[in-house]
């Protein structure tokens, strides 16, 4: 390591910034969000300095840099456009023990600024010893998208529950394997969905437990998106890397199923047209079953849950076994393989409505509302269609709307697979056969279609 990692306490401390341009400004941002009491010595000051001056909320001396500044400081930072005082304030510091930070001059510097993850009292700091900024920021944003952004409120209630813990268990190993079930278990999430009181009523509850285990398990039903791994929500993402069984269907992607913890157990219960790896009453009992025995229960869908995912149906036995659950949404099929396509669902010149529409119903029919479904400036999207095409189209044809309506048929959208067919009411069924095309495919019916050829931007094959 070129630098020691270390975080300084300047809360009411005093604290110098030379310098009063944007930078500087910067600099004292940061001083101040760490509660530093800090001057900033310049001949005049930008705006947001000025600001601050004005508000009573930092020093101000207007005159360049001199050395007796140095009196009483704790930290001095140098943010002019001048090496020559730069230096000077890097030497006057050096000579007094002063730990200095000379912007975008690490030879000059004791500390150097990391880039910052801040969920306080949670704070994670990244630095590339002044190498590469720009590269150090980067890893940050990686690291903003899996670090909920109410872990510190997780942090403050393991602070408050710090001496109680440790006065539970006597050895570091019990209170480190209690915290590890704690920090990942059902009463993280309750923080992390807002259920503070919960959480902390739950910790209680378990802390006074004669074997201090945490309560049953949790079941997360997520929506995993259409296919791209890169559309699942920040949300779904951390919860498929905790969960101890993952449930999943068909139509999850094997890109998103690889994003799922490691050693997790997988049960797949996907359904396929007249075979059905586990019927739905039996995924609801296992759900049950499984969160019962304690285990935080993933239930991973391919696009939303609630949108023909059978979820709520799901949540219903849920809700009436007592099993403590919480929904992701997804970005759905139609939004996704949609956007993937070139075809905007809704457009001012062609349509004014959207309609989801499943093509498969309970009874095994594809009997709809044709009247509401073939009405102009409208867009349908059918899910689970395929096998029905002939059906719908006959349908829609025979309640007004024109034959030469387009259609397109998206198949494994949003992934590398995806294809899409575009046809017409009249010439679908043939196109269907000829193509050999097979689930998971979306139908997308309407005048919207017609912008594919000049909007498609997703060419996996090219």
């Not at 310049?42 to 007796?68: K, M, N």
């Not at 006057?92 to 002063?98: D, K, L, Q, V, Y």
């Not at 403050?156 to 915290?179: G, H, P």
Request: charged share 25%.
């Amino acid at each position: 390591m070129e630098y020691l990692p270390i975080f300084l306490a300047v809360q009411k401390k005093h604290c110098l910034v030379v310098g009063g341009g944007e930078v500087a400004a910067r600099k004292t941002d940061m001083l101040k969000r760490a509660g530093a009491a800090v001057t900033v010595v310049a001949p005049e000051l930008v705006t947001s300095l000025s600001d601050l001056h004005d508000r009573g909320e930092i020093q101000y001396v207007a005159a360049r840099f001199s050395t007796e500044q140095l009196d009483g400081m704790t930290v001095v930072i140098a943010a002019t456009d001048d090496d020559t005082v730069n230096r000077q304030v890097a030497e006057a510091a050096a000579s007094r023990n002063i730990p200095v930070n000379v912007v975008d001059r690490p030879a000059l510097c004791s500390f150097v600024f990391p880039s910052i993850i801040d969920r306080s009292p949670i704070v994670v700091a990244i630095s590339s010893a002044g190498a590469s900024p720009v590269l150090a920021r980067h890893l940050r944003a990686k690291l903003e998208t899996i670090i909920p952004a109410s872990y510190g409120k997780l942090a403050e209630l393991a602070r408050r529950f710090r001496e109680k813990v440790k006065n539970k268990f006597r050895t570091t190993d019990d209170r480190r394997r209690f915290w590890e079930k704690v920090l990942e278990g059902p009463i993280a999430e309750f923080v992390y969905t807002g259920r503070e009181k919960q959480a902390e009523d739950t910790l209680q509850q378990v802390l006074d437990s004669e074997t201090a285990e945490p309560g049953q398990g949790e079941v997360y039903l997520v929506g995993g998106g259409p296919g791209d791994p890169d559309l699942l929500t920040f949300r779904a993402l951390r919860l498929m890397q905790q969960a101890d069984v993952v449930v999943y269907d068909r139509l999850v992607s094997k890109e998103v199923l690889e994003l799922v913890r490691r050693d997790a157990e997988k049960f797949y219960v996907g359904k396929e047209r007249d075979n059905h790896a586990v019927p739905q009453e039996g995924i609801n009992e296992m759900l049950v079953r499984l969160a019962k025995e304690g285990k935080r229960v993933l239930r991973l869908k391919g696009g939303d849950p609630f949108i023909f995912g059978r979820g709520g149906e799901e949540i219903e036995t849920l809700a009436a076994e007592g099993v403590p659950f919480q929904v992701v949404p997804g970005i759905t099929a139609a939004a996704g393989c949609a956007s993937y396509s070139g075809i905007p669902l809704t457009h001012r010149d062609y349509s004014q409505s959207v309609v989801f529409v499943t093509g498969h119903l309970k009874d095994g029919t594809v009997d709809l509302n044709w009247k509401a479904l073939s009405q102009p400036n409208q867009t349908i999207v059918f899910y689970m269609g395929l096998h029905g095409i002939p059906d719908i189209c006959k349908g829609l044809i025979g309640h007004g709307m024109p034959a030469t309506t387009p259609v397109a048929l998206v198949q494994q959208g949003t992934t590398q697979r995806q294809r899409v067919y575009i046809g017409t009411l009249d010439s679908l069924p043939e196109l269907v056969q000829r193509e050999s095309i097979k689930p998971p495919t979306l139908i997308i019916v309407g005048e919207v279609v017609r912008l594919h050829d000049k909007l498609n931007w997703f060419n996996p094959q090219s």
